[in-house]
């Protein structure tokens, strides 16, 4: 307890923060992992990482989820969003898409102070509203990392912190298509977040989602659906 106050005292002067006091039982309660097990979906959710090399964007992927009109959730940078202007317009026309953000830079936000991680949080969620009018509550730390402090921040910014249950490993290049669906297929259960990457890095990606969405899905009774939609989710009706 003493360390959660002192933490809140840190914060509040770093940030002036006025909202209500931070006290997760555990440090972590604010971290979303996974929807309800009661929940007949599984959301599917691609990271857009700036890459150094290529174009940064899986259009193959992308066509497939449009085609096949395939809910799915990702997460910006701000960095791919100044290179990907078209490609966050086109994304955000999508209905059955959502967006939410995933640090300015990609940095790692451990090595931050507070002040330093709410510039990184903040600066793509202001992008997306000055910039696309748009409103993006959800957020996903790069790398996955996080502490006390970042969980603290994104709560005092009004932002949903979602991680995942389930990580794919798409980005590994030594990894087969087959590999990554035996290992996500494994794991998959209702209520389920898996991470993917839409940037590019996922070489399998693609046929891996394919597989999930007409094989692997339906024969457990499972439909994609986007983070909001998942968090909201009614249980599944018994017969």
Not at 2 to 14: D, K, P, T, Y
Not at 133 to 149: K, S, T, W
Not at 168 to 187: H, K, M, N
Not at 204 to 228: H, K, Y
Request: include cysteine.
């Amino acid at each position: 307890m003493r360390r959660e106050v002192l933490l809140r005292l840190l914060l509040g002067l770093l940030l002036g923060a006025t909202t209500e006091p931070f006290a997760p039982r555990d440090g972590l309660a604010q971290v979303i992992k996974s929807g309800s097990p009661t929940c007949p979906g599984v959301a599917l959710t691609f990271d857009l990482c700036p890459v150094r090399k290529g174009s940064g964007y899986d259009q193959p992927l992308i066509d497939y989820l449009i085609k096949h009109r395939i809910p799915a959730t990702f997460f910006m940078s701000g960095k791919w969003m100044v290179k990907h202007e078209p490609e966050v317009e086109h994304l955000l026309g999508m209905g059955f898409f959502e967006v939410g953000t995933h640090g300015e830079v990609h940095a790692h936000l451990p090595m931050h102070d507070a002040d330093e991680q709410r510039g990184e949080i903040l600066g793509p969620v202001k992008l997306l509203q000055e910039h696309y009018a748009h409103e993006a509550i959800l957020f996903r730390p790069p790398y996955g990392e996080y502490n006390d402090v970042t969980v603290a921040v994104v709560k005092m910014l009004g932002l949903r912190f979602i991680q995942w249950n389930i990580e794919s490993g798409d980005p590994d290049p030594t990894l087969s298509a087959e590999q990554i669906l035996t290992g996500v297929a494994a794991r998959a259960k209702p209520g389920s977040i898996i991470v993917f990457h839409a940037n590019g890095k996922g070489k399998q990606t693609r046929r891996v989602v394919e597989q999930l969405a007409t094989d692997v899905l339906p024969r457990r009774g499972l439909q994609p659906m986007m983070v909001s939609e998942l968090l909201t989710c009614k249980p599944r009706a018994h017969d």
